[in-house]
């Protein structure tokens, strides 16, 4: 800002004001009632600016009425809210929904909503792109570029809300996954952060039952999150034996599949009466037998579970193909004689790319601009 009140500040000073500006959208209730107590603010705002933001989507400042003039005046001066903006988005024949968000940074990341029944499901990302390079999986093929800020992760759950509530229901999304983009645990604090929030009365309310984070089996933040925010665990298991998980998930190299099993166990310790899911991607010819099948059982007999049984999603350029239903089946009934619940996930919204594991942010391209959404409602990009 001018030194000067009576000196408009110029361009320039405001651009960069902005990019210094702290994303208020991002920050949890101890974040937020922290930032105002160093303001000499009550507890109580904190609850107050979580509910004008996350649950009724006012972003500007000057339309909280219950925040003195003072107040409202400082958070502008300090602060944003600002969301990703929505670049694409594209509707499946079985009312998947996936949007394209760019990034102030120019990144782009992608969301999927899986509408059903009687729950709505957001598929979440907390990377651009991801560095972890599981051989079958779409967003490995892009490598990493870099953790997401706490308030672009949630604001994809916001934006998601904003865009698919209706006049008797404003929160249409019931379960947030942190399945999408990235390993969530390789970008512990700001998805904590962000998954406190989903959990926040004060913000959307959801309980740690309808907020599941899936990793690929990073130990230490597996039993960090256990003591700090015990979610509920999918862990993307893929192969009953080391030999071949070395191969679909190197990081099986530095955390081999049986301290996997006793650090899922600890797991459950902060979550009784849970279950973990184990997510098997099921690839023709490679981890699909009859054998691999009954190894699994074996492997996963005392870690109380679910199975969830992905069907391949093929992306251009994979050297993998998705086994059969009759193979699937097989391999389900084989695992249910053993007296594990396996579910084969239902391939959703594949035609326009938002299945599991074919996220990939594929419009990086600034010039096409052709392509952007024009903002429905309210929204402010
Ligand atoms: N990094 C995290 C979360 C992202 S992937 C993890 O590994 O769990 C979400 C799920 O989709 C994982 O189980 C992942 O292994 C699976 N997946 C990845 N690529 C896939 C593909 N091409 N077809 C089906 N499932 C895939």
């Excluded at 702290?22 to 507890?43: C, Q, V």
């Excluded at 934006?159 to 929160?171: C, F, G, H, K, V």
């Excluded at 003591?227 to 099986?252: F, G, Q």
Aim: proline fraction near 5%; glycine fraction near 6%.
């Amino acid at each position: 800002m001018s030194e000067n009140p009576l000196i408009a500040p110029t361009a320039v000073t405001v651009e960069l004001t902005k990019q210094t500006a702290i994303n208020l959208i991002g920050y949890d209730h101890r974040a937020m009632s922290r930032y105002f107590s160093e303001l000499g603010e009550k507890p109580f705002r904190a609850s107050q600016l979580l509910k004008w933001i996350h649950q009724q989507g006012v972003y500007d400042y000057a339309s909280m009425t219950n925040l003195s003039k003072a107040l409202r005046g400082k958070l502008a001066s300090q602060t944003t809210l600002d969301l990703p903006e929505i670049i694409q988005d594209q509707v499946s024949a079985d009312g998947t929904r996936k949007w394209l968000l760019r990034l102030a940074d120019g990144n782009s990341i992608e969301t999927v909503f899986i509408p059903e029944d009687k729950r709505g499901t957001l598929c979440v990302s907390s990377q651009v792109g991801c560095g972890l390079n599981c051989s079958f999986c779409a967003t490995a093929q892009q490598g990493y570029n870099r953790n997401l800020e706490a308030h672009e992760i949630i604001g994809q759950l916001r934006l998601a809300n904003q865009l698919l509530s209706t006049p008797d229901n404003d929160r249409p999304v019931t379960n947030v996954v942190m399945m999408g983009m990235g390993e969530p645990l390789l970008n512990y604090d700001n998805v904590v952060q962000a998954m406190q929030l989903m959990q926040d009365d004060f913000a959307y309310g959801l309980s740690k039952r309808r907020v599941t984070l899936s990793t690929s089996g990073l130990l230490p933040e597996m039993l960090r999150l256990s003591d700090e925010c015990p979610v509920s665990l999918a862990v993307s298991l893929h192969a009953p034996d080391d030999k071949l998980r070395d191969e679909l998930v190197p990081i099986n190299r530095k955390y081999p599949i049986a301290e996997l099993m006793e650090a899922c166990r600890e797991y459950l310790k902060g979550i009784p009466h849970q279950r973990i899911t184990f997510e098997y991607v099921m690839l023709d010819g490679i981890n699909d037998s009859d054998d691999q099948a009954r190894t699994l059982a074996r492997l996963l007999r005392d870690v109380p579970c679910k199975i969830n049984l992905i069907p391949f999603n093929p992306f251009d350029g994979t050297g993998y193909g998705r086994s059969s239903m009759k193979r699937i089946n097989r391999f389900r009934d084989i695992l249910m004689e053993r007296g594990i619940i396996t579910v084969t996930r239902r391939t959703r919204g594949d035609e326009i790319d938002a299945a599991c594991g074919q996220l990939a942010g594929k419009f990086t391209d600034r010039t096409r601009r052709s392509i952007r959404m024009k903002p429905p409602g309210n929204v402010k990009l």
